[in-house]
Structures are given as C-alpha cells and as structure tokens.
C-alpha cells in the first residue's frame, strides 16, 4: 500500500516538474560557438569530401610529389609513438588560423590527410575510433573551414605493419 501512496504522490509531481522545465529561460546563444554554421558547412562539403578520398597507393604517390603535406592532426603522444614517415604534426585541438599557416604555409598547398581508422590494427597508436568520430572527418571539415582547399584524405584501411606503409615514431631529439 506504501509503494501505491508514492507512486500516486510522484506521480502527482510531474505536472508540476514538467511546468518548471517549460519556464526556464533557454541561455543566449555563444558568439564563438556556432554549431548551425558547422554543421551546415559540414554538409554543404560532403559531396566535395567524397570527391577528394584517395586510396592508399594514389596516397602514397601524392605524399611522393614537391611540397605535399602530409598532415597527422593525432595527439603529439600518439604521433610521437608512430606516424607516416614524412607526416608533419598539428593537433586538431591546435587548429587555429595562425598555426596552420605556420605549418601549412599557402592554402593551395596539396594536403593529404589520415587517421586512427585507415588502419586495421585497432592497438597503439593507432586505436580504432568510432567511426562517425573518426578524425579525418572533422580534420577535413575544420581545414575547408579554415580556407584550405586542395585536401585529400586517406580511404582505405590498411594493416600498420604493411612494409608500404613506413610507420615510424618520433625521435628523442624531435621529442624534445
């Protein structure tokens, strides 16, 4: 019978909760935040996205040609335990306008980019993401954002361990 009163007695409360959830203010919207912004820029590139992914052997011959970046946006641990040899490291939390000219220079420049995920090993440092939070999306959404244009991204998913791949870690001297 106790159980019967409080379950009428919560049950009674919920107009009353639901009443207060509808008076609450919504807070203003950031200035600096703009997610429909995002997410609009996000699918107004999709298509251009989809153009742009490049298979591993097509990867590698870009990343061979005069002045092609290739871009580890991974943390500096991750690219410190073992990254493409030639890749050159920009944390995504690091993207700012200032710092990508540092290390891209001009925005035509050819940029190739990868992640955890065009990997099949799933273990350090290369641990499978979930797949819509794989990096290379917003990587590629962030540097179109930001004004760079000729970016292609990785495709396949390769084994680390493939001798075409020359995975290297960072020296102690890069390290710091």
């Given at each position: 019978m106790l159980t019967i009163r409080l379950a009428a007695a919560l049950f009674a409360l919920l107009p009353a909760a639901a009443g207060y959830?509808?008076?609450?203010?919504p807070l203003p919207d950031n200035p600096q935040v703009d997610y429909a912004a995002f997410a609009e820029l996000a699918s107004n590139i999709a298509g251009y996205r989809q153009s742009r992914l490049v298979g591993f052997d097509d990867f590698q011959k870009l990343a061979g040609q005069k002045g092609v970046l290739v871009l580890d946006t991974r943390s500096a641990a991750a690219f410190a335990a073992g990254h493409i040899e030639g890749a050159v490291n920009l944390p995504f939390p690091?993207?700012?306008?200032?710092?990508?000219?540092?290390?891209?220079?001009?925005?035509?420049?050819?940029?190739?980019?990868?992640?955890?995920?065009?990997?099949?090993?799933?273990?350090?440092?290369?641990?499978?993401?979930?797949?819509?939070?794989?990096?290379?999306?917003?990587?590629?959404?962030?540097?179109?954002?930001?004004?760079?244009?000729?970016?292609?991204?990785?495709?396949?998913?390769?084994?680390?361990?493939?001798s075409r791949v020359r995975f290297v870690k960072a020296s102690r001297d890069a390290e710091g």
């Amino acid at each position: 019978m106790l159980t019967i009163r409080l379950a009428a007695a919560l049950f009674a409360l919920l107009p009353a909760a639901a009443g207060y959830a509808q008076t609450v203010a919504p807070l203003p919207d950031n200035p600096q935040v703009d997610y429909a912004a995002f997410a609009e820029l996000a699918s107004n590139i999709a298509g251009y996205r989809q153009s742009r992914l490049v298979g591993f052997d097509d990867f590698q011959k870009l990343a061979g040609q005069k002045g092609v970046l290739v871009l580890d946006t991974r943390s500096a641990a991750a690219f410190a335990a073992g990254h493409i040899e030639g890749a050159v490291n920009l944390p995504f939390p690091d993207f700012t306008d200032e710092k990508l000219a540092n290390v891209i220079g001009d925005t035509g420049r050819t940029i190739l980019i990868y992640c955890n995920n065009n990997f099949s090993n799933d273990r350090a440092p290369v641990v499978t993401k979930r797949a819509p939070l794989a990096l290379n999306i917003p990587t590629f959404i962030n540097l179109y954002g930001y004004g760079y244009r000729n970016i292609y991204e990785l495709n396949d998913v390769v084994d680390m361990d493939d001798s075409r791949v020359r995975f290297v870690k960072a020296s102690r001297d890069a390290e710091g």
